[in-house]
């Protein structure tokens, strides 16, 4: 049985999670947003890797045997989706020398690390995209991204090149370029080499080229045939999960059962529906049990020990939230979610009770207002 298949996974965002600098030396130094103010938009906390390193005694305790780490890689962001350069950690985070520190500490203690791809997309930051800022129609990268005229409008409102929903700091790669998809598998391979213990992949169905999927976990396993891969897909993934592509997706139509059985009146329904979450079903007892026959019977057995099966994430509210402070509720859910074929897997700062919902200030991201000294949670 792989390693992955059962194991309790704790998710990070590294930014909020604990400021803290290499061993025998103070946390990094800089101007920072106060720990214990509302996160903003825009704004640092100045976690690190080494903080995370710092912490793996009071995860051991918590029982945790894997790690998935929001994005690490250096970008302009606080969630680090907007990649500038994907094979440099982030200064920010302690850089490459902080998660090989990180991957050491939690490999020693039997706990694994998994690492957040996002290949659909890059920062403006991004060289290739630099390159074609300055250069325009010369650039030898004109055909790693899809543009549609020169020269970019990279900071309007209307892009002149695909981008991730439109967001002008999100172009979008074009994956079908033979030096782009060269790139990205590098970048997977390399990774994984440096001690990495598999991939959390973002976005994936937005590059609906299996090919290059297939091409990826081949790479990947050549690597290190016990890696992780698992995909962000909301919804069923048959054709994901087919043995050649992933080896489970993060199971958001369970995060769906569970909170709609659950939460019976005292669930937000309305705030579920403003996150990934969308629309969540009350059920009752029969129907959660016909909804876990139907999610549990489309895969195979070893997928459905590999799912990564959630409640929250950095793309939802936090669960007291979604519960209206029902700490019983919320309970009950990590217990099914624990109690349930798969891998559990805590938003961290959830086995605290943190809150987070959509705020102002936060521009309608999730802003945390509880860090019982972990940290704080976050929304691209």
Do not use: C
Request: aromatic letters at 14%; glycine letters at 12%.
């Amino acid at each position: 049985m792989a390693w992955y298949e059962g194991a309790f996974f704790y998710q990070i965002f590294p930014d909020r999670f604990f400021r803290a600098g290499p061993p025998g030396r103070p946390a990094p130094a800089g101007p920072f947003e106060p720990w214990e103010a509302p996160p903003t938009l825009r704004g640092f906390k100045g976690g690190t890797l080494w903080g995370v390193a710092e912490k793996i005694p009071y995860l051991l305790d918590l029982g945790v045997e894997a790690l998935y780490l929001n994005p690490v890689f250096a970008s302009t962001a606080n969630h680090r989706y907007h990649t500038v350069d994907y094979f440099q950690v982030d200064p920010l985070l302690g850089g490459n020398a902080a998660l090989r520190h990180l991957l050491e500490v939690a490999h020693a203690h039997g706990m694994r690390v998994i690492l957040d791809g996002v290949f659909n997309h890059t920062g403006r930051g991004f060289f290739a995209f630099q390159h074609l800022l300055e250069n325009g129609e010369a650039s030898p990268y004109r055909d790693w991204y899809h543009v549609k005229g020169f020269p970019l409008n990279a900071y309007g409102l209307e892009p002149n090149y695909e981008a991730w929903w439109g967001n002008p700091e999100l172009p979008k790669l074009k994956v079908e370029t033979p030096a782009v998809r060269e790139y990205l598998l590098s970048v997977a391979e390399h990774w994984v080499r440096f001690g990495a213990d598999g991939w959390r992949l973002d976005v994936p169905g937005e590059i609906p080229d299996p090919e290059f999927w297939r091409a990826f976990r081949r790479r990947v396993k050549g690597a290190n045939p016990e890696a992780y891969l698992v995909g962000e897909i909301w919804e069923e993934a048959d054709s994901w999960l087919q043995g050649d592509m992933f080896d489970a997706t993060m199971n958001y139509p369970l995060s769906r059962a569970l909170l709609g059985f659950v939460g019976g009146e005292a669930l937000d329904r309305e705030l579920a529906a403003r996150s990934g979450l969308g629309q969540v079903e009350p059920l009752q007892a029969l129907a959660f049990s016909h909804r876990l026959e139907n999610l549990f019977g489309r895969y195979r057995e070893e997928v459905v020990r590999a799912q990564m099966n959630l409640l929250t994430s950095h793309d939802t509210p936090r669960l007291l939230n979604l519960l209206q402070g029902s700490v019983e509720r919320a309970r009950l859910a990590l217990a099914l979610l624990f109690l349930l074929p798969g891998n559990p897997t805590v938003y961290y700062g959830e086995e605290v009770g943190m809150e987070g919902a959509p705020t102002r200030r936060t521009g309608g991201g999730w802003s945390g207002r509880r860090s019982a000294g972990e940290g704080r949670s976050g929304k691209r």
